[in-house]
């Protein structure tokens, strides 16, 4: 008889990251960027290929994207969404401190 040897490990990397580990990421993308002189981030597919939280959850304002919003102001970064229509379209989430 075969088991199966799934596990939680593994079925977290399937579900993804949650809200939180997605902060977190995003936090650690702020402190390299602030160590290089920046005041601010762009998070966009430039930065996140994978994740499109920071994009498509702040074009729909989704509650996973106002709940990272909040968990960032809490932390008292300035957080908003940047949608520009033209040849294209140009759309991320920027963050300031």
């Known amino acids: 008889m075969m088991t199966n040897t799934f596990s939680a490990a593994e ?32 998070t966009s597919w430039e930065y996140h290929k994978d994740d499109d939280l920071w994009v498509n959850g702040g074009y729909s304002q989704s509650a996973d994207w106002k709940e990272a919003v909040e968990k960032l102001t809490g932390r008292g970064f300035e957080v908003s969404f940047y949608y520009q229509e033209s040849q294209f379209v140009d759309m991320y989430t920027l963050v300031k401190w």
Do not use: C, P, Q
């Open 11 to 42: 079925a977290r990397m399937l579900s993804g990251e949650t809200v939180e580990e997605k902060v977190n990421s995003l936090l650690d993308a702020i402190k390299e960027a602030a160590t290089k002189g920046k005041r601010e981030l762009r």
